[in-house]
């Protein structure tokens, strides 16, 4: 359906702050594109479009998503633990591409980022099993969504 897909997504700066304007670019690109092109419904709701907020409490990322005229369709808590280790490992690869942009041949670059786009991956279809039964979206929003986890857990990482 057509109306099943987000038309914005609001970040929570008391929970979620950027830790400076890398991050908060980083941010505001993952939005876009996720905004730009995506699929998402609510399991058991009429249809959207449908409007985005997060923010963080004890540690787990709060999803509130609402209707265009800004009701609330549906509140849920996703733990961040299971995606600690795939988040760590897409960071590591991803430094490891760009400095491989500087010194390695392109054989090595692309062995790399086939590398960076097999942990998106993995990382994407946690994403999307652990919404199974809340929030139905498809492969690439699942990726969308993933990167813009990454970019705030970014932000918060290198928070000071």
Not at 97 to 104: L, V
Not at 140 to 147: E, G, K, Q, S
């Amino acid at each position: 359906m057509a109306d099943n897909r987000l038309i914005s997504v609001e970040i929570d700066e008391e929970t979620l702050s950027s830790s400076g304007p890398d991050a908060e670019h980083e941010r505001r690109v993952a939005i876009f594109d996720l905004i730009e092109d995506n699929s998402f419904g609510v399991i058991d709701h009429d249809g959207g479009p449908y409007l985005l907020r997060l923010s963080m409490m004890e540690r787990k990322l709060v999803f509130q998503v609402r209707s265009e005229e800004g009701e609330d369709v549906h509140t849920f808590i996703l733990s961040i633990s299971p995606f600690r280790g795939i988040i760590r490992d897409y960071f590591l690869i991803c430094e490891s591409y760009y400095s491989a942009i500087k010194t390695q041949s392109p054989h090595q670059i692309e062995a790399i980022d086939m590398a960076r786009r097999g942990i998106h991956n993995e990382g994407s279809e946690l994403l999307a099993e652990r919404l199974e039964g809340k929030i139905e979206v498809d492969f690439d929003t699942a990726r969308r969504l993933f990167t813009l986890i990454c970019a705030l857990h970014a932000g918060q990482t290198r928070a000071p």
